[in-house]
């Protein structure tokens, strides 16, 4: 390819809504546009890049058994109705009209349109097992689209759906999907962990994350640092820490004390001069119709999912400043579980503090020597999220945080879609039986911009080499003869051995092509020029050795067997980089 035919439009600066790092590079290195909030093109270089992901992870489904179709995007609304999603879904389904005034959606996710398939194509024990995936465009309406390609409101996914007899079987599905899911990442070069995830919309009973580690990300992990136990901050758990202070019956009676002005906790326990850790953190927070009151330690942080999940509701959100008023007859920062009226839930480590400090429901008071099971009770349940140094469920060692993008998600749903839709086949003994599925997502299109921003520096992408748009870039500096003549034998040579070639012929200064060369991120760049020819050939830097600038001078008659070499090497899969 030619660069001065190639549509490759660099920006010298970045549009000032790009808030990640692959947004920013991937606008600025010419491979996508933005057409709407959350809507992106692919330009030629993105594309490029696209359909090798794609390639990589049909190569391992393809390899793991799993059979590829295509469903269709626009979808009646009956399916998702028949599961109860419809309503479920709320504001994220993209919903529409047609001309007769029928209901239809975007497909976001196709469990529905996938079981139905199944239960009128699988009829019997003798057509299982089934792996069925697709690679196509999802439609979420997102509250927050983010990052540019990162979430996105049109996204391209790659989900599977399997189909088995039973669970043992099912479970052996979804072992089978979570290896390929390992190579595909592997092969990508990314430095990622498979952790515990929360089922969400989708549900299930087992499902994990495949979560690619870079500060940017916008989930957060707690992994061990001895063995293999990680998890979505979400589920992550780690074991009740014990009891200290005194027993209740020696307990001080309860006392209140005046602190005006001091709501936040940090202030009250400079005022009060006691441990953040004696503190126990009120929030009210609103489930359905009712006002719940959420009490953790000072220290530590409620988190909602689990919150909502100790109460078996969909989702929890935190009461307005009216709302708090009217639940505790006080302002913010002075709710407290004493005398609460509606719901408590107590995390563990709250209910553990044998000599709390809480705020008194009424304005400017606090009380002291307060404790669960004494002066309150409530549900006491794991509602925080784990920080670190807390102790790994597994092992006892400690517990590290992370931030990460989730580029993969598979749930081992057993009969929750088939059982709602009746999808059924006849067993060996001619017995109806539900089928027990699967369903693992890979997120294509957020694939590109979690590429970028583990592969990446301060003068722009590094692309590993299974994914480069190109796996060489060769420059070709001047227009002698001599130099244009070398520059398109080496240029066939490469192409001959099956490798993608982009040649910078344009007629630009060399510090304009290397800056341009640097920030497409092209793993391998050759430049030939009057200066390399009179030094005996072609020019080779890598792009990921820039900082130790290192150049080396091929003879024009071996580079091409040498590029060939080196883009093998660096396909080879390695060993395993899952993240220890
Ligand atoms: P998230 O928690 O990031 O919103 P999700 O858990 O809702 O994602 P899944 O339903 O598990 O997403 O979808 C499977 C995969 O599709 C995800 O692992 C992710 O890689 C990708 N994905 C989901 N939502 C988006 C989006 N809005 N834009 C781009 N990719 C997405
Ligand atoms: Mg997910």
């Given at each position: 390819m030619r660069y001065a035919r190639a549509l490759i439009p660099t920006l010298k600066e970045a549009p000032s809504d790009a808030t990640s790092v692959s947004h920013v590079l991937l606008l600025r290195a010419g491979y996508a546009r933005r057409v709407g909030a959350g809507i992106y093109a692919y330009l030629p270089l993105g594309l490029k890049v696209l359909r090798k992901i794609e390639r990589i992870v049909r190569d391992e489904l393809d390899k793991a058994g799993a059979l590829e179709l295509l469903l269709p995007a626009l979808l009646p609304a009956e399916f998702f109705q028949e599961t109860g999603r419809?309503?479920?879904?709320?504001?994220v389904l993209l919903r529409l009209k047609d001309r007769k005034g029928g209901d239809y959606h975007l497909g976001p996710t196709h469990e529905e349109i996938i079981t139905d398939l199944a239960r009128r194509e699988i009829k019997s024990y003798r057509d299982l097992p089934k792996n069925l995936y697709q690679v196509q465009t999802k439609f979420r309406d997102e509250p927050r689209p983010r990052g540019g390609l990162l979430r996105g409101r049109e996204f391209i996914m790659k989900d599977a759906y399997s189909f088995d007899a039973n669970e043992e079987r099912a479970a052996e599905s979804y072992a089978a999907m979570r290896a390929a899911y390992q190579r595909v990442f592997e092969r990508m070069g990314f430095h990622y962990r498979v952790v515990n995830a929360d089922g969400g919309s989708?549900?299930?009973s087992r499902s994990e994350e495949f979560q690619v580690l870079v500060q940017s990300g916008e989930d957060q992990l707690a992994a061990c640092l001895q063995c293999p136990y990680a998890a979505n901050l979400e589920v992550a758990t780690s074991p009740p820490y014990p009891r200290r202070g005194p027993a209740l019956s020696e307990l001080l009676p309860r006392e209140k004390l005046h602190t005006p002005g001091h709501g936040a906790i940090s202030d009250v326990a400079a005022f009060t001069q006691l441990p953040v850790t004696q503190f126990l953190k009120s929030l009210v927070y609103v489930a359905g119709k009712d006002s719940v009151l959420a009490v953790v330690r000072g220290d530590h942080e409620v988190n909602e999912i689990k919150l909502a999940r100790a109460l078996g509701v969909d989702e929890v959100r935190l009461a307005t400043s009216d709302e708090v008023r009217r639940a505790t007859g006080a302002a913010v920062g002075f709710a407290g579980p004493v005398g609460f009226a509606g719901k408590v839930v107590v995390d563990r480590d709250a209910a553990s503090v044998s000599d709390g400090v809480t705020g008194a429901n009424e304005t400017d008071y606090h009380l002291l020597h307060v404790a669960y099971g004494r002066d309150f009770d409530g549900l006491a349940a794991d509602i925080r999220s784990v920080v670190d140094g807390d102790l790994c469920p597994e092992c006892g060692a400690s517990l590290k945080l992370y931030r990460g993008i989730e580029v993969g998600h598979i749930f081992l749903l057993g009969t929750k879609y088939s059982a709602a839709m009746n999808a059924v086949y006849l067993d060996e003994k001619g017995v109806q039986q539900p089928l027990v599925m699967g369903c693992y997502g890979i997120g294509i299109s957020r694939l590109l911009g979690a590429l970028v921003e583990q592969h990446h520096d301060q003068d722009g992408i590094a692309w590993p080499m299974s994914v480069a748009p190109f796996q060489v870039y060769l420059a070709q500096l001047g227009s002698e003869p001599a130099v244009a003549l070398a520059t398109a034998r080496l240029e066939t040579e490469l192409e001959r051995l099956g490798l993608e070639v982009l040649v910078d012929d344009r007629e630009e200064r060399p510090g304009v092509k290397f800056k341009d060369a640097d920030l497409l991120g092209v793993p391998l760049r050759l430049t030939i020029g009057k200066k390399s020819l009179e030094n005996g050939g072609v020019e080779l830097k890598l792009r990921r050795n820039k900082d130790q600038k290192q150049t080396e001078i091929v003879a024009l008659d071996a580079a091409a067997a040498k590029i060939f070499e080196l883009v093998q090497q660096a396909l080879r899969v390695p060993a395993a980089s899952e993240a220890a």
């Open positions: 419809w309503d479920a879904y709320g504001d989708i549900g299930g």
